[in-house]
Each structure stands twice: as C-alpha cells, then as structure tokens.
C-alpha cells in the first residue's frame, strides 16, 4: 500500500480579505503559516511519511509545502514546481472581493463561476505575460481566465506524467497546492461526476491521505485535523 496525500495551501492574505487569487501571487498570514506547520504535525504524529514534494510556483502553496516539510524533519526530500498545479485562473474577478462580486452579479452566477465544471469567469483583456516565473514556457500557457474542466485539463496530465509512476513504486507522495487544482485531483481520483464536484470542498491546510494498490486503486481515504491554537 502506498499513500497519496493532498494538502491545500493555509491561509493566504487574499482568503483573509475574502478576494479572488488564482495565479496573483500572495503570501501566507502568520494564520497560514501557524495552519501550514499543523498539517505538517499532524502528518508526522500519524507517522505518515513521503518520499518528494509537488507543488505549483506560487509562494503560498510553495511556503506551506516548506513549514509542512520542516515539521515533518523532511527538508530533504526533493520538491518539484509546476505551473501545471496553479491554482484555477479566475481572470477579470481576480483581486476583487467575493462578497462584492455577488451584488454585481448575482449570487447565482458567482455560484456557477465557483463551484460548477465548466462554467468560465470572466476574461482578462489580455495575458499577464511580463511575469518572470512564467517566462520559460511559450506565452500559450498564460491563461485569460479557467474553469474548473480547463485546470484539471493542465493539472491531471502532470499527475499522470510526474507523480503516479513515483506512486506504482511503491513511494509516498505529498502534493501541496490549492483548492480548484485539489478538487480537479479529487475529481479524477474518485471519479466524481461533473455535476457532483460542485459540492466537494477542500479546507486550507487539512492533509486528505489516500491509502493506494500500487495499480492507484483507492482502499481507503482519510481526513487528518490540525488543532489551531
């Protein structure tokens, strides 16, 4: 049996202001940080151990992987980065605050562009292609805007291609990302139907373990729950 385990990032300061992240770059709080060593406790109390790291680039999924590892006495351990495993791009509602967005556009709508499969947000005018971190790689991977069947599209092949062969050798694998990426993983671990993953909800900072057959056959899954101070 090997084991899979799925970790949000913890707080970020947009989560606290309640506001759009996708791919902007924002730091944990000190809440995020304080969430981020606990999930790493708890995986080292339950004696839960993994041999690499996979998050995205940006530094609040990056943060939370490193306090994780701290905690764990597993700094070690090779961590890998991928654009692939950002978070769902949310386009023009990027920086704007949630609670607002409703009473621009109505509760329902910003409940489709949430939580549905395909529903997209709305674009951006044009790609942010300025940014250093992204210049590696052709322009084409600069999104507008997401839906949630658009992020799993860039995040499943990365699962398939970097970590289920890690896993069928028997290695224990920890993924430290966000919250639409998680539930595109989820999704497609679970077989869960496009109208059933609008209900699936993933809490900062809370490691989900998947006990796995070496063939990624799922034989059990487990909630672990940090204590906040």
Same mark, same amino acid.
């Given at each position: 049996?090997?084991?899979?385990?799925?970790?949000? /990032?913890?707080?970020?300061?947009?989560?606290? !202001?309640?506001?759009?992240?996708?791919?902007?770059?924002? =730091?944990?709080?000190?809440?995020?940080?304080?969430?981020?060593?606990?999930?790493?406790?708890?995986?080292?109390?339950?004696?839960?151990?993994? &041999?690499?790291? /996979?998050?995205?680039?940006?530094?609040?999924?990056?943060?939370?992987?490193?306090?994780?590892?701290?905690?764990? #006495?597993?700094?070690?351990? $090779?961590? %890998?980065?991928?654009?692939? *495993?950002?978070?769902?791009? %949310?386009?023009?509602?990027?920086?704007?605050?949630?609670?607002?967005?409703?009473?621009?556009?109505?509760? #329902?709508?910003?409940?489709?562009?949430? !939580?549905?499969?395909?529903? *997209?947000? =709305?674009?951006?005018? #044009?790609?942010?292609? /300025?940014?250093?971190?992204?210049?590696?790689?052709?322009?084409?991977?600069? =999104?507008?805007?997401?839906?949630?069947?658009?992020? *799993?599209?860039?995040?499943? =092949? %990365?699962?398939?291609?970097?970590?289920?062969?890690?896993?069928?050798?028997?290695?224990?694998?920890?993924?430290?990302? /966000?919250?639409?990426?998680?539930?595109?993983?989820?999704?497609?671990?679970?077989?869960?139907?496009? &109208?059933?993953?609008?209900?699936?909800?993933?809490?900062?900072?809370? $490691?989900?373990? %998947?006990?796995?057959?070496?063939?990624?056959?799922?034989?059990?899954?487990?909630? *672990?729950?940090? #204590?906040?101070?």
């Amino acid at each position: 049996m090997v084991k899979l385990i799925l970790i949000r /990032h913890g707080e970020s300061q947009a989560n606290a !202001r309640n506001e759009y992240t996708g791919w902007s770059d924002v =730091p944990l709080t000190s809440r995020g940080e304080e969430q981020a060593r606990g999930a790493g406790k708890v995986l080292a109390q339950a004696q839960i151990e993994f &041999s690499a790291v /996979h998050t995205s680039v940006l530094q609040r999924a990056i943060l939370t992987a490193y306090l994780i590892q701290e905690e764990c #006495q597993a700094l070690d351990r $090779p961590i %890998y980065k991928s654009w692939r *495993l950002n978070e769902r791009h %949310y386009g023009a509602l990027r920086g704007l605050n949630k609670d607002y967005t409703r009473k621009k556009y109505g509760v #329902q709508q910003v409940s489709l562009w949430r !939580r549905s499969y395909r529903s *997209l947000p =709305p674009q951006l005018e #044009q790609v942010d292609t /300025h940014l250093r971190v992204y210049q590696a790689w052709p322009s084409s991977i600069l =999104p507008r805007s997401e839906s949630l069947a658009m992020a *799993l599209q860039r995040t499943v =092949p %990365y699962f398939q291609d970097q970590v289920a062969p890690k896993l069928r050798q028997g290695q224990n694998q920890l993924i430290v990302v /966000h919250g639409s990426t998680l539930r595109a993983l989820i999704k497609y671990l679970e077989g869960i139907s496009d &109208s059933d993953i609008d209900g699936v909800e993933v809490a900062n900072a809370q $490691p989900l373990v %998947y006990d796995l057959t070496t063939d990624l056959e799922i034989k059990a899954k487990t909630i *672990l729950t940090a #204590q906040e101070k």
